[in-house]
């Protein structure tokens, strides 16, 4: 059974480094959590390594800036992996083909096809109509409080073509502070169940944990898994990916799940034994805000 602690201090000193998730634990979307900034601040100057792992379809360039704008200090990380960065590796290497058709908030999301000077031989993006396409790049829906089902005739006609979708945000809702948007993730799902194929780049599955400790090499850490605590709010992202990786677990309970397992500041035990039985699942450790 998962142990529900107060604070982060209590646990910190066991691990050289965290993967710590934003929407839900540092931020709300809109703006910082002024007690977890504090937490990474004073587990940065002990001597930790705090590496942001973020299902944003944005380079980490963008969600540097981001934070920025969120009131998230450069004092408070010192990395930033992001399933946006995954896919687009993924997109210029040739998964879904030279001729996508482009899913999103273009004035949000243009930063995803800008180039990768890391990546040899790129292949020459063109983003055409669905019907001049070879495969889907998707980095949300269009409309984020519209039902993913919108788009099944769009998917249906895709999936009898034989297009791949390349999700660049497995989530599949976020808060963008009060109010509950669909994600990437809803429509990658989607377009599964009806038969189509998804190639997925952020938690929990495997390429972005490899990105995550790809950016902890580049600082000079050279951290085993036991040396590793994975914290976030999404129970099939966060927490999920952070078993498949073999990493310890910090769940916040405060973020998707608040209105399922916490009552107040911390999570109810019942409430939070019952929701983790429903999931089959059980984080290392559990606290309502990262603080």
């Given at each position: 059974?998962?142990?529900?602690?107060?604070?982060?201090?209590?646990?910190?000193?066991?691990?050289?480094?965290?993967?710590?998730?934003?929407?839900?634990?540092?931020?709300?979307?809109?703006?910082?959590?002024?007690?977890?900034?504090?937490?990474?601040?004073?587990?940065?100057?002990?001597?930790?390594?705090?590496?942001?792992?973020?299902?944003?379809?944005?380079?980490?360039?963008?969600?540097?800036?981001?934070?920025?704008?969120?009131?998230?200090?450069?004092?408070?990380?010192?990395?930033?992996?992001?399933?946006?960065?995954?896919?687009?590796?993924?997109?210029?290497?040739?998964?879904?083909?030279?001729?996508?058709?482009?899913?999103?908030?273009?004035?949000?999301?243009?930063?995803?096809?800008?180039?990768?000077?890391?990546?040899?031989?790129?292949v020459d993006i063109t983003r055409v109509p669905l019907d001049e396409a070879t495969g889907i790049v998707c980095c949300g829906p269009f409309d984020p409080m519209a039902d993913p089902s919108v788009n099944r005739a769009d998917f249906l006609y895709a999936k009898q073509k034989g297009m791949k979708l390349l999700c660049a945000n497995p989530d599949i809702v976020v808060d963008r502070g009060d109010t509950r948007e669909w994600c990437a993730g809803a429509l990658a799902r989607l377009y599964t169940?009806?038969?189509?194929?998804?190639?997925?780049?952020?938690?929990?599955?495997?390429?972005?944990?490899?990105?995550?400790?790809?950016?902890?090499?580049?600082?000079?850490?050279?951290?085993?898994?036991?040396?590793?605590?994975?914290?976030?709010?999404?129970?099939?992202?966060?927490?999920?990916?952070?078993?498949?990786?073999?990493?310890?677990?910090?769940?916040?309970?405060?973020?998707?799940?608040?209105?399922?397992?916490?009552?107040?500041?911390?999570?109810?035990?019942?409430?939070?034994?019952?929701?983790?039985?429903?999931?089959?699942?059980?984080?290392?450790?559990?606290?309502?805000?990262?603080?």
């Amino acid at each position: 059974m998962t142990q529900i602690i107060n604070s982060l201090a209590e646990i910190s000193s066991r691990y050289d480094a965290l993967f710590v998730d934003l929407w839900g634990c540092l931020h709300n979307g809109v703006t910082a959590y002024p007690d977890a900034v504090q937490a990474m601040q004073t587990y940065r100057a002990g001597g930790g390594t705090v590496v942001l792992v973020t299902n944003s379809p944005k380079p980490r360039v963008g969600v540097a800036a981001q934070l920025g704008q969120f009131g998230v200090p450069k004092d408070a990380y010192d990395s930033i992996a992001t399933s946006g960065d995954s896919a687009r590796a993924a997109m210029f290497r040739g998964a879904v083909g030279e001729k996508v058709y482009f899913m999103g908030e273009w004035e949000r999301d243009e930063g995803f096809f800008a180039p990768m000077n890391v990546i040899e031989n790129p292949v020459d993006i063109t983003r055409v109509p669905l019907d001049e396409a070879t495969g889907i790049v998707c980095c949300g829906p269009f409309d984020p409080m519209a039902d993913p089902s919108v788009n099944r005739a769009d998917f249906l006609y895709a999936k009898q073509k034989g297009m791949k979708l390349l999700c660049a945000n497995p989530d599949i809702v976020v808060d963008r502070g009060d109010t509950r948007e669909w994600c990437a993730g809803a429509l990658a799902r989607l377009y599964t169940e009806m038969g189509g194929e998804s190639l997925y780049f952020g938690k929990p599955h495997p390429p972005i944990y490899d990105l995550a400790r790809r950016r902890l090499a580049a600082l000079g850490k050279d951290v085993g898994e036991a040396g590793i605590l994975a914290i976030g709010d999404g129970i099939g992202t966060d927490i999920a990916g952070a078993m498949g990786e073999n990493l310890d677990s910090l769940f916040i309970t405060g973020g998707l799940a608040a209105s399922e397992t916490t009552n107040g500041d911390q999570p109810d035990p019942k409430l939070l034994e019952a929701y983790f039985e429903r999931e089959m699942t059980s984080p290392t450790y559990t606290i309502g805000h990262l603080r």
